[in-house]
């Protein structure tokens, strides 16, 4: 499973929806993961992050590397989608599609992260499933 930083701060606020789907992930003994890029996103120095803190606790955090960025430029161009926020959404979409299948990825942006993550060639049961949280 996959979260994006809607995700995370859901994680993080104790969203029911987001909280049950994590707990079944982690009965499935999946991997919950996350880009690097989206703790920028949901940190700020502060001490409301205490609670993001713990919710990341368990949570594999993908470090982003020049394979990944190539990875998302490539989907912003197929998706054709610009701009500093899709970047950030096309960098947690290549690391969701780096990941062994099936995956669950949750957003906000269900609609873009639908686009970047779109494989028409590939079956639809090993196609990422992409969930509004």
């Known amino acids: 499973m996959v979260l994006d930083a809607e995700g995370v701060v859901k994680l993080a606020n104790g969203d029911p929806r987001v909280i049950a789907r994590t707990k079944l992930a982690y009965a499935r003994s999946a991997t919950v993961v996350t880009a690097a890029t989206t703790l920028a996103e949901v940190l700020r120095g502060g001490p409301r992050d205490a609670r993001v803190h713990k919710a990341l606790h368990r ?38 599609m780096a990941q062994p299948r099936p995956v669950v990825l949750l957003t906000s942006d269900s609609k873009d992260m639908r686009r970047l993550t779109d494989e028409p060639g590939r079956p639809r049961r090993e196609r990422i499933t992409v969930v509004h949280v």
């Open 59 to 96: 949570v594999t955090i993908i470090s982003i590397h020049a394979d990944d960025a190539h990875a998302a430029g490539r989907l912003l161009g197929r998706a054709q989608l610009a701009g500093h926020r899709h970047a950030l959404d096309a960098l947690v979409a290549a690391v969701a």
